[in-house]
């Protein structure tokens, strides 16, 4: 097809992680501005799929099961999937996630169309008839945004990250204000430790502090803790989130849901990885790192070099940050 003419029908490939997907929701956003009559889906890992149902730019979700693809049968199942990917028959394939894994289910989808970004890894590029020149220090937003300009779709001044409400759970009763803690990341380097943590909530003094995430249980927490770690849903994630008065993060899938939902009220901390490449998007979001605290929108190329974990004095201060966000 015309790389200029509108599908209709439109698949979407970005299997996973969070923070990925994410930064993908302002190229849907931007798709169904331009081609509202497109039916857009989504092929998504199935623990992610709460954060697009409900979308109003996207249909019916094609889940990714990984985890059934693997051991004895797994490749017979993956044949069998594979099946309902061409049986959809979209007109255009958008590749974001650019692994050959991604670039042969978008080839099994049998669609004539496949466009991808320049920085595709693992031979994927030689399945896509196009591929949208990027730059690999920039942010992921912009990056993946660069496939719209294969489509002759304008990009959104301000990216739209459409999200779903959310829900408190039912026996959460803390009474704003409050701070929600996330010290968790897949990455052991990234993670906070407990003593940490407890430098973090006695800096905030009466201050309630929420304690999110998957991650090891921790003990002794001052009395100003409330631990929800490992005890919401992905959608009691996202109300707590929202009705969060600050967010303090590592570097991770949820510190990226929390800069979507509360960019101004969300500070990612950062030890080796790139906050202008992988950190929060929104300028107004704060970033920690060796030390400093700053707005994103202020960051230099200092902050590009490796980092290390803060200190205990350091995560007090982090809490006095959010204590002046919060009270003062």
Known sequence: MNLLSIPRRL????????GDIIHTLPVVAALHKAWPMTEIRWLIHPAFQELIVGHPGLGAPLLFPREKFRRFLGGVRSLFWARTLCRWKPDLVIDLQGLLRS??????????????????REGASFFHSAAAKVNKKDHAVIRYLAVLGLLGIPVQQTPTFFLPEGNIPASFSIKE????????ARGEAKNLNEEQVIAFCKALGTVPVVLVGQGKKMSSLPDNVSD???????????GILRKASFIVSSDSGPMHLAAALQPAKTIAIHRWSDPLRVGPWAEESFVWKNGLIARKGNLTEQFRAPGRTPSLEEMKAIGLHAWNQVVG
């Not at 698949?11 to 969070?18: A, E, Q, R, Y």
């Not at 005890?231 to 009691?236: D, H, M």
């Open 228 to 238: 929800w770690a490992g005890r919401t849903t992905l959608l009691e994630l996202i």
């Open 11 to 18: 698949l979407l490939i970005k299997p996973s992680s969070m």
């Open 177 to 184: 204000p409050f701070v929600v803690l996330h010290p968790y």
């Open 103 to 120: 670039a042969l289910m978008a080839r099994c989808s049998g669609a004539p169309t496949i466009i991808g970004l320049s920085d595709a």
